[in-house]
């Protein structure tokens, strides 16, 4: 869960509140990760890395994701699974 920062609540800080201050990262798959990148952009998300493909290799898996920064500064990376990994 992410929150806002919480003056009730001393220990609640988001990078925001702390000059940008990266607090964490997090990373979710989603389907169609084009069009969940487009919805982002339109909300004015600040997108730091477009869609980008990241093959690791025949041997593991391949990605598509981008990353974003929600208003109050949590960085967001987003991608979606385009090759798992062999099985054998």
Same mark, same amino acid.
């Given at each position: 869960? @992410?929150?806002?920062?919480? *003056?009730?609540?001393?220990?609640?800080?988001?990078?925001?509140s702390l000059g940008g201050?990266?607090?964490?990262? @997090?990373?979710a798959y989603a389907d169609?990760?084009?069009?969940?990148?487009?919805?982002?952009?339109?909300?004015?998300?600040?997108? *730091?890395?477009?869609?980008?493909? *990241?093959?690791?290799?025949? $041997?593991?898996?391949?990605?598509?994701?981008? $990353?974003?920064?929600?208003? $109050?500064? #949590? #960085?967001?990376?987003?991608?979606?699974?385009?090759?798992?990994?062999?099985?054998?």
């Amino acid at each position: 869960m @992410l929150a806002s920062a919480d *003056v009730k609540r001393a220990w609640c800080r988001s990078p925001k509140s702390l000059g940008g201050a990266n607090t964490q990262n @997090l990373m979710a798959y989603a389907d169609g990760v084009e069009a969940h990148f487009q919805r982002a952009k339109t909300a004015d998300a600040t997108i *730091v890395m477009p869609p980008t493909t *990241v093959d690791y290799g025949p $041997e593991y898996w391949s990605d598509r994701g981008y $990353e974003c920064i929600d208003p $109050e500064g #949590h #960085h967001w990376y987003f991608a979606q699974r385009r090759r798992n990994p062999p099985t054998d």
